[in-house]
């Protein structure tokens, strides 16, 4: 069983920053792909960016690129998302996820087996 606890969320004025943190713990050896994905409210889960665990390859949605960074520190098993530049359309409760695989580009949340309870960001205007 994996664990993914994520924090660091808050209310941001439009422009500022945030950096999100995933910490996983437990069976951390099955998980290969660590990702980021929002919900808004009465939209979908969209995925937000990807990253391999051994490698450190990287994907971002189109949505985001240039704005966000996704990043891991293998001695904390933690998972970052700086985001800069933040928007009001970036408001949305954000879930770290993880699941065995290759690539960062799995984008379908259906494929992830572990997610954590999310953390809300809420950008204001």
């Known amino acids: 069983q994996v664990q993914l606890v994520e924090s660091g969320g808050g209310l941001v004025q439009a422009g500022g920053s945030l950096r999100l943190s995933c910490a996983a713990s437990?069976?951390?050896?099955?998980?290969?792909?660590m990702s980021w994905f929002r919900q808004a409210p009465g939209k979908e889960r969209e995925f937000v960016a990807g990253?391999?665990?051994?490698?450190?390859?990287?994907f971002y949605a189109d949505s985001v690129k240039g704005r966000v960074t996704i990043s891991k520190d293998n001695a904390r098993n933690t998972v970052y998302l700086q985001m800069n530049t933040l928007k009001p359309e970036d408001t949305a409760v954000y879930y770290c996820?993880?699941?065995?695989?290759?690539?960062?580009?799995?984008?379908?949340?259906?494929?992830?087996?572990?997610w954590g309870q999310g953390t809300q960001v809420t950008v204001s205007s």
């Open positions: 437990g069976r951390t050896f099955v998980y290969v792909v």
């Open positions: 996820a993880a699941r065995l695989g290759s690539s960062p580009r799995t984008t379908n949340p259906q494929l992830y087996g572990y």
């Open positions: 990253i391999t665990w051994s490698g450190g390859n990287t």
